[in-house]
């Protein structure tokens, strides 16, 4: 008998919104690889290459393919930025298990995004690279933009500082308790926050606070944190080592199998997508230009998600040898229009979530 | 010759601000102690009454004198919970040197209260408690407060897990690191969030995301977190312990003897109190009625923190018995006038908070 997970395949992905793309995203990578060799965000050639191996122009041209160039710009290299932090300060480097180690250096990284002019940057040289956005976002956004960017941003390096405690302890934390983390660790707040600024469309807090309006957005970014889970779950069994993510929480809290588990991860995710699609719906009609705008490119978000997943050597670059061309035909997943679960309601094991489903208008 | 610690003696607060205090004190208080009692936030009956004695109606009394009953209540009801939090989950619970556990709590606590309904509150009457007043603020509060509020409170989180993170290490920060730590972690930014929900009085976005404003905000409440460091010092001093506080920093970095780093210390605040007052002043033209409400209130912040910490037990119970009602006498400083120092300019070993100087207004 062979390992079941040597015959782990993605299923397609439930996600019906076309592919776009912005159309100077050539020019936008190479203005973002110019600024990252100006701040220096790797310390060889081979990080060099990673760091400019994500993407992350393709990216966030997906996210807003209609964005202002400067501003998809800079949005690009705030994600740039952070797979390059995520990647010498979370996930991988010697931080990853030292939460008290961790929270120093989100509580700096935070000022210097909040705080000007405040930092000897020359020797930390992504404290200096935030700086620089955080300067170039004041020029190109508004003060709003800016602060809900800001917030954001501590809202994902507060949620990867529990990833870290529970890493610290070797714990795999129980499934509603993953999803709460999650929403904040995915680093979809900070990136969310960027389509506005991206777009130069600001949209007015009365409709940004608005509980329907939080829910869309923390539905969208979620779906795409659950796709990220799928992807890097696969990257994870060639490397033999066991992250915290969707399919592993719902092996080991619930008893499932791989197979199970990726078919209920699967089936969440869908709910959850099917979520966002139907308050994008419920609020258009009255939505502002801009709320419009910021509301269709979540789902934009989703979709360039995937795209940019299937083709970045993040997620499809095979560590060990054993992985054969004709395999990586199989780690290319499609989309599909059909959710793999349409279960309307909100699902019970996660209740963290369950207001979403309280903001969906039901007509008489 | 004694120990200079016997002989510490708080200066008189610099402090130009009359003191005020809501009339509707007292019922405030017992309809706060009713709601203590009935979502249960303590084990026995000397944490009740340790809850209870700090005094938290009393203290947003002072900050918001003219506030709307019912949401001076709530901002109340807050700053017990918060204290109470505080006791068992932070400084001085088994969390306190725990930050992968803290972490853990503080994901939880904060999603409890963004997120209605969503967790068994029966298991943990601190969480319980906090839906509470999640709940009751989105009845009372429009949704750019309420979503001001959950943002200032992951940020005081967000810095007590940096504190806690220091604490493991038993390391006690430099001076920038401090100051940047302890404008999270003295809990001024949800405390300040409250000013407006208890006034009932919604501070336009273009006003509250003001880089001024929020420079005016950080140095009110900065002010408040150090004078609360030389308020806590002293009991610190009879318990023989040493926490991080800005005494011990400038003590432990900067080689000050204790007459020294206290001079320093209040000269520090002192300048910081006094730009506050500065752009209060440059602020207040233009303000609308909210945000010169607002504004104003920040500085009954200072004042009525000052006014309650001369009364509360938390800071003026002696724990050791040698503590005498002649010395209780000393240690009852009153306000002053005058500054201990008028330096102009931002203190150039604090580099984080520097920009707050470049949002004074020179006239030519």
Chains 1, 2 share one sequence.
Not at 174 to 197: H, K, N, Q, V, W
Not at 224 to 229: E, I, P, R, S, V
Not at 324 to 349: F, I, V
Request: glycine share 6%; aromatic share 8%.
């Amino acid at each position: 008998m062979t390992d079941p997970r040597e015959r782990f395949q993605m299923p397609p992905f439930y996600c019906p919104i076309e592919p776009a793309l912005h159309p100077e995203v050539d020019m936008i990578e190479k203005r973002a690889i110019a600024w990252i060799d100006k701040v220096g965000i790797y310390d060889d050639e081979a990080q060099r290459s990673r760091v400019i191996g994500t993407n992350s122009a393709e990216f966030f041209s997906r996210f807003a393919p209609g964005g202002i160039d400067d501003n998809v710009l800079l949005a690009a290299q705030w994600v740039y930025w952070g797979f390059a932090f995520d990647d010498v300060r979370c996930d991988r480097g010697p931080l990853s298990d030292r939460p008290d180690r961790f929270v120093q250096v989100a509580g700096r990284v935070q000022r210097v995004l909040e705080a000007p002019h405040s930092v000897d940057t020359a020797e930390d040289p992504y404290l200096g690279a935030l700086h620089d956005i955080g300067l170039t976002m004041r020029e190109l956004a508004t003060p709003t933009q800016v602060r809900r960017f800001i917030d954001a941003h501590r809202a994902w390096l507060h949620a990867v500082a529990w990833q870290i405690g529970n890493q610290a302890r070797n714990e795999m934390p129980g499934l509603d308790d993953y999803i709460t983390m999650r929403l904040g660790s995915c680093g979809g707040f900070p990136t969310m926050a960027l389509l506005e600024i991206g777009n130069g469309a600001e949209v007015p807090d009365s409709e940004m606070d608005h509980p329907t309006v939080r829910a869309a957005t923390e539905a969208a970014l979620l779906t795409a944190g659950l796709d990220n889970d799928l992807h890097s779950y696969r990257r994870e069994l060639q490397q033999q080592h066991t992250d915290q993510n969707i399919i592993n929480v719902l092996i080991r809290h619930e008893g499932h199998d791989l197979q199970r588990a990726l078919l209920e991860a699967v089936g969440l995710r869908d709910r959850i997508m099917q979520l966002y699609l139907r308050l994008h719906a419920q609020l258009l009609p009255q939505a502002s230009d801009a709320l419009r705008t910021y509301l269709t490119c979540l789902g934009r978000g989703i979709r360039g998600n995937i795209d940019w997943a299937l083709r970045v050597p993040r997620y499809t670059d095979s560590t060990p040898p054993e992985a054969s061309a004709p395999e990586a035909q199989h780690r290319r997943p499609t989309c599909t229009d059909t959710p793999s679960d349409d279960t309307a309601g909100p699902p019970s094991a996660v209740p963290s979530i369950a207001w979403w489903w309280d903001r969906v208008q039901h007509h008489r």
